[in-house]
Each structure stands twice: as C-alpha cells, then as structure tokens.
C-alpha cells in the first residue's frame, strides 16, 4: 500500500475492496498472524520496578500464543462460553493482556478500572452479568484485592475470583516471600478463589480446545463516559477490533512491523493501551515493552523514560498530554533517543506550546490522532509523511468513513457541512461497535444519513479543503483530566444532594498540565446560605479524580432558551479567568479580553495584550482552547 501523506491516499488505499485485504476476522487470527512472522521474535517484554528495566521478563511470539491459548482454554474449562463474561481488574501486567486475549478468544472480556472503589466495581459487575473476576492477589502497597474482593461478594452469578500474584514477575527475595506468602496463605473471598499462574498451567498451549470465534462475535466489553458511578458500557466485535488495528498499522506503517519496539505505558482498561500498544504491533510481529504495572505513573518511569528509549531502541509509545507534560521535566542527558520515529497522542487536546516545545526539545514527531471506545480505538491520525497541522486530529483512517453533519432539533440529517463549518462527527465503518450493553444507551446514537448508519460521537468538528479535521468542542460535556473521562453528573449529583443547593453545574476547567480539571457552578435555594460545598462535594464523590478543584456560587445560572443550563457560558467564563491568571503572572496588562463562540474554533479567546503579547501567547500555548490576538 502507498505511504500515507493525503487524502487521495487514503483513496488510493480503497480502490482494492476491503475484502481483497485479508484481514484476519479475529483478534485471535490476528495475534496468531503476527506470530508467525517471526516466532522466536520478543514479543513482550516486562519488568514490574524501574530499576530492574534492564532485566525484563521476556516473552517470544511463540510463548505469548502459548499463553493466549492456554488462558483461552483456561477459561473455556471454567464455564465461560462464547456469550459469558470474564471481568479484569488489574493493574499492567502480562497476565492482563493473557486475560485480555485468551478471554476474547473463549468469550467476552470486560475491562473494569481498578481505581475505582468497591462499590462501583460491584455495580459493573453485576451490570455485565460477570462470571468470573481476574484481579491481582493480596500485595503489599496495593488495595487492589480488598476493592476486588469485597466487590465480589455482592455479584449474583460469579463463579469465582483467578487471582494473579506478582512474585514470579519480582526478582530476587522479595519475589520469593511474595510466592511463598501466597503458597502459604491462599486468598479468600466469599467466592471460590483459584490461582490464575496454577490454573494457566494445566492447559496445553498448542492451540485451542474449542471453535474459535467469529468476526461478529462480541469480543468485549469496555466502559465509556467516565471513571466514576456507572459509566456505558460498550459492545465491540471481534472484526471491529482487528480492522482497526490492521487500520492503525496500514497508516503508521513504520512503527508497527518486525523489528519495532513500541512502549505500553497506558493502562490495559482502556482501549488506547488494548490496541496501540497490544494487538496492533503484535499483529506486525513487533516488540512491546510494558513498564510497571502502573505504566507511566510508576514510580521512576517518567524520569527514566529516555534511557528506556536508549536500552530498548523504543521506535513509538502512545500518551496523553499529560504524559507528555510530564517527560518535558525530564532532560535527555545524553540517552540515544534516536530510535524513536514518532510518538502517538490521543485521548484529550494537545495544547499547541507542549506540542512544540516536546518535538524542539527532543525531535520526536508527534502525531496527534483521535478516536473512541465505540469506534475501536483510532479514527484519525496526522499523516507520518505530511507537515504538521497542529491542532488537527488528522486525516481519517482507510474503509472508515468520517463527515461532519448538520442536524435539527430532532437530530436528523439537514446536510452535510461545508468545508470548515462546524458540526457533529460521524463516523462509520468496520471499526464501530455493536452498541451498548444497556440499550437505553443507544438514544440518539445512530444517525441515518447517505444509506448508512452513522455514529454520532458527540463531538463538534470542522474539515478542512485537505480533509483534516480539527475538533471545535464536546457536545457529550466529559470533562477529560488527563487523558481520562469524568461525567459532569456525578459531580453534579453529589452537590444536588446538599439541602442548599438548587442547581449544580459541572464543566472542564484549563489546566495546563491535566488538560482540564473539574470545577462546579451552583445556585442556592431561595434564602439559603453558602455553605463550604467544596468539602461537601470531596465528601460524596468517591472517585478522587472527579473531586472538583473548585465550586462557585452564582446567583443565577446561565440557561438555554428552553430552561436549560447553559454550560458554555460557563466554560467561558473559566477560560478568561485562566487569561487573567495567566496575564497577572506575568505583569501583563490585557488591553481587551473576550470569550467568545466562534463558528470554526469553537470557544476562543480574542485579547489585545499590546506590547507584551508574545509572552503571553506562549504561556497560553500550554493550554487547549484556542487564542486570537490582536495585531
């Protein structure tokens, strides 16, 4: 296939029909595919501390597929059919993407996030009807199996907990104790508790015991719109998994081949680390390297990160912007990172001052991209062989159609945008998922529009004469922290439980290094007095990353015509406070200042700083939302 540069490209790419392309159906098919290429190939590799990076366990194509299928056999042995559900809730390590892929290949895997707290691991559960529970095994310095455990108790049809111990991936003698403490004094729980390395064992490795799945088969299960309460959950195929990863790698055709090597720092919950850094290089036959069970937020990973690139000659890794926040504190000193040919940002906005800043400083090329759980994982990505758009998620991916819409109120199709108006994201394609598990969910997801159905993202985009795309906002209101989902209603919830409160608001606040953070706007009842909601609200919200780092009291909220609250107004306001902030800091005396809606950049600040406005655009730059100076 042509390297991909432009969109005729990408059209050149489909003048051979998608089925001529010989995709596996699978993600079984495909790890299976990639395997061959080169059998004794490292395929994984990992170490559980930093300081033991240099001596990984190692995993070659042929004992990874070993693994998958033992896992797969394992699981099929306990009950789980090709409609049942195995859940997760663990931290990165090999046996999550075991889980991950063996699970697949007998029935459904369902990734639950392990920092959420028992209560909510248990509403999941039960809400994907689990039959069994992969969790980590009682570890020093973790809770991991208390939340686990405890949640298991309250799930009707669990058959029973496979706990998964880390001494065999801890060196020396605090490996030894670990084992020997687990030997000793087994897990218990109110439901059976097998040991997942023990049972992994008993089966043979060198192929499946059952029919494999097909490429409609539901292959998993992942939740979408926020790590705290109950968030959607998300039905995905088999083929919309392996197509997108056969899509990624088609298009990032460097990164992913034999001989790569792509560093797994996102966690295994979320399709970013499932896909970029687990299916799609695996099927190419390259090498990922997983760094500690907490990825990037071990401890040392960040500040090591550069001498991983040198040991490993690491050629991609994917982050968030946090992530890559974080590596810009961090000096290269020498360490050879020349190896690396591009690194991969999705999940939340690249503000413009990072994104240079990280590629002048290391002269890593950043491809920004985008997509979503109920699309696989990517839709879109810069080009590796064009210029840079800043800002823009890129250009769309091959077989997988994406347009920017016009609806009426009633969200059907009035027309198609012209280029560079706004409008909702649609996409369709292979890749799309099959629909939320509770079918409530589906209102007014799909769009009927040119003889296909569409999936509304909920996010607002333009496309330009090239047919990049460039976000304008969020109609879905998720407030992103760094890389991560929070719904709006939780926070919302929580302070609609205080008697004083009558109406709660929640939005994204600028952040700098998180992206966004979560502040709330509330109106007071009639007569009554402001009381400390920010304790309050800390108080009813168990997921810390939700805790807002502010609530404002406002006499009257801003409100649609139809009575409803009128989020943007507040945005606005949080962006001009962040100028303001910004200015002050600086010594800076703002001329004029207006947020205003802007039809092609979505909400954008327009400020006449005078003399000093450089300095101020590039403090500015570190941010998100869109700028306007004046001459």
């Known amino acids: 296939m042509p390297d991909v540069r432009t969109l005729a490209d990408i059209h050149a790419i489909e003048r051979v029909p998608l089925s001529d392309r010989a995709i596996p159906p699978t993600t079984y098919a495909m790890l299976a595919a990639g395997a061959r290429l080169s059998p004794d190939a490292p395929a994984l590799s990992f170490f559980a501390r930093t300081r033991d990076f240099a001596k990984p366990r190692v995993w070659r194509f042929r004992d990874l597929m070993r693994d998958v299928n033992r896992a797969a056999n394992m699981f099929r042995r306990l009950g789980i059919g090709r409609g049942d559900v195995v859940a997760f809730v663990l931290p990165n390590l090999p046996e999550t993407h075991l889980t991950i892929w063996g699970g697949e290949a007998a029935g459904i895997v369902f990734a639950v996030n392990p920092l959420l707290e028992a209560a909510q691991i248990a509403d999941l559960l039960k809400a994907g009807r689990a039959r069994w529970l992969v969790t980590l095994a009682p570890t020093p310095g973790t809770d991991l199996w208390r939340k686990a455990s405890t949640a298991a108790a309250e799930v009707p049809g669990l058959r029973g907990i496979l706990a998964v111990g880390m001494g065999p991936h801890i060196p020396g003698t605090a490996g030894l104790m670990l084992r020997a403490t687990h030997r000793l004094r087994p897990p218990t729980a109110a439901v059976p508790v097998l040991d997942f390395g023990r049972e992994l064992a008993r089966e043979r490795g060198d192929a499946l015991n059952f029919e494999p799945p097909g490429p409609g088969d539901i292959s998993s299960y992942f939740c979408t719109g926020g790590t705290t309460g109950l968030p959607k959950i998300a039905r995905r195929t088999h083929f919309s998994e392996s197509f997108d990863a056969w899509a990624m790698t088609s298009f990032v055709d460097a990164g992913f081949a034999p001989g790569k090597t792509v560093f797994c720092g996102l966690p295994l919950f979320h399709v970013n680390g499932q896909l970029v850094t687990g299916l799609a290089p695996w099927s190419r036959g390259a090498h990922v390297v997983m760094g500690t069970p907490q990825g990037y ?94 800002g823009s998620i890129g250009i769309r991916y091959p077989y997988q159609d994406m347009r920017v819409l016009i609806l009426g109120d009633d969200g059907s199709v009035i ?36 003889g296909r159905r569409w999936l509304n993202t909920g996010d607002l985009a333009r496309q330009d004469a090239d047919g990049y795309f460039w976000l304008t906002g969020r109609k879905k209101e998720l407030i992103i922290r760094g890389g991560h989902n929070i719904d709006p209603k939780v926070i919302e919830e929580a302070l609609h439980l205080h008697p004083a409160v009558a109406l709660a608001a929640a939005i994204g606040r600028p952040d700098a290094h998180a992206g966004e953070v979560p502040v709330a706007y509330v109106q007071l009842k009639a007569g009554a007095a402001a009381p400390d909601l920010l304790d309050f609200a800390t108080g009813h919200i168990p997921e810390r990353a939700a805790w807002p780092k502010a609530v404002h009291v406002v006499e009257t909220m801003p409100t649609t015509g139809v009575g409803k609250i009128f989020k943007p107004a507040l945005a606005m306001r949080e962006i001009e406070d962040v100028v303001r902030r910004e200015a002050a800091d600086a010594g800076i005396a703002l001329a004029t200042l207006a947020v205003v809606q802007d039809a092609r950049r979505g909400l954008l600040a327009r400020i006449d700083a005078g003399p000093d406005a450089g300095a101020l655009k590039t403090a500015l730059g570190r941010y998100a939302f869109a700028t306007e100076f004046a001459a």
């Not at 360490?335 to 999940?347: H, M, N, T, V, Y």
């Not at 945008?417 to 079918?439: H, M, Q, R, S």
């Open 297 to 390: 937020r071990g401890e040392g990973v960040i500040k090591t990160f550069w001498k991983l690139v040198a040991h490993y000659r690491l050629n991609a890794f994917s982050g968030v912007p946090t992530v890559y926040s974080a590596l810009l504190q961090v000096p290269v000193d020498g360490d050879d990172i020349s190896s690396l040919d591009f690194a991969l940002c999705g999940a939340a906005p690249m503000p413009v001052e990072l994104f240079r800043a990280f590629q002048e400083r290391t002269g890593v090329r950043i491809l920004e991209g985008y997509g979503l759980t109920e699309g696989a994982c990517a839709s879109a990505c810069n080009p590796p062989g064009a210029p840079a758009r800043v």
């Open 415 to 450: 027309r198609e945008a012209a280029t560079d108006e706004a409008g909702v994201l649609a996409i369709e394609g292979p890749n799309v998922f099959a629909g939320y598990l509770d079918p409530a969910h589906d209102k007014g997801l799909w769009i009927e529009h040119d």
